[in-house]
C-alpha cells in the first residue's frame, strides 16, 4: 500500500507540471514568428521584443540550422550602449533558476568571437567568452527576486558586442537549494542514473 500511495504521489506531481512562472524567451525571434513549442521538450518559447527595446537582431549562419535547436538560431545583439537590459516581471522573495545561453554562430560573418559581462541588476554575474565555442555557452544562476522586477543586463567590455540567444526562468520551491544569503551560480551537474536519456521538462517535477 504505501508503494501504490508513492506512485500515486509521484504521477499526481508530474501530471500537475505546467509552465505557470515559466519565462522561455527565444531572443531575436521576429514577433510574427512567436509563440512557438519546442519539438523537444513542449516548452512554449515567445519572442524577447516586449521585454527590451535596443539591440538588433540576426540569425546564425545558415550552416547550424541542422545543428542548433530552434531558440539558438535567432540572437540579439547590441551594437549600441555599454549596458543592454532585459526588464522581466518576477515574484518578490520566490528563489528563481535562470539561465542564459549566447550563440555566436558567425551571425556578422565577420568570425570575430563575442566577449562581454553579464549583471543581474546592480551585480556583474559573469564574463563571457566565446572565442571557440561553436555552440555557444549556457549559464545558470539560482537567483532570489528582491523584487517584483528583474533585471538582465549585458554589458559590453571591449570591441565585440555582447549577444544573446535565449533567456530562460523557472520558479523552484522555497525549499529547493537553500543558502543562508546570495544566489549559487552552477558549478557542474552531475547526472547519475540507469536511463539512456536525461529527465526533463515536463517529467522532472
Known amino acids: 500500500h504505501l508503494l ?3 506512485i500515486g504521489t509521484f504521477a499526481v506531481i508530474v501530471g500537475a507540471q505546467t509552465q505557470k512562472g515559466f519565462i522561455s524567451l527565444d531572443c ?3 514577433v510574427e514568428a512567436s509563440p512557438y513549442n519546442d519539438s523537444f521538450n513542449g516548452l512554449t518559447f515567445t519572442s524577447d521584443s516586449a521585454f527590451i527595446q535596443t539591440g538588433n537582431i540576426s540569425r546564425v549562419d545558415k550552416s547550424l540550422n ?3 535547436s530552434r531558440q ?3 540572437l540579439r545583439y547590441f551594437p549600441e550602449g555599454k549596458r543592454n537590459c532585459y526588464s522581466l516581471d518576477v515574484e518578490l522573495g520566490t528563489r528563481y533558476l535562470i539561465a542564459v545561453s549566447s550563440v555566436y554562430g558567425n551571425y556578422d560573418g565577420r568570425n570575430l568571437d563575442p566577449s ?5 541588476g546592480p551585480n556583474k554575474w559573469i564574463s563571457i567568452d566565446l572565442a571557440g565555442m561553436q555552440n555557444g555557452t549556457l549559464e545558470e544562476i539560482i ?7 528583474l533585471d538582465i543586463c549585458l554589458v559590453r567590455t571591449g570591441t565585440t558586442f555582447p549577444i544573446i540567444s535565449a533567456i530562460e526562468i523557472r520558479p523552484l520551491r522555497n525549499n529547493t537549494y537553500v543558502t543562508q544569503s546570495g544566489s549559487l551560480k552552477l558549478s557542474y551537474r552531475v547526472y547519475l542514473n540507469n536511463s539512456n536519456g536525461f529527465i526533463r521538462y515536463p517529467d522532472d517535477a
Open 72 to 74: 539558438y538560431l535567432t
Open 143 to 149: 537567483y532570489k527576486a528582491r523584487s517584483n522586477s
Open 66 to 68: 541542422t545543428v542548433l
Open 116 to 120: 562581454f559581462d553579464i549583471y543581474i
Open 4 to 6: 501504490l500511495a508513492m
Open 28 to 30: 531575436g525571434l521576429p
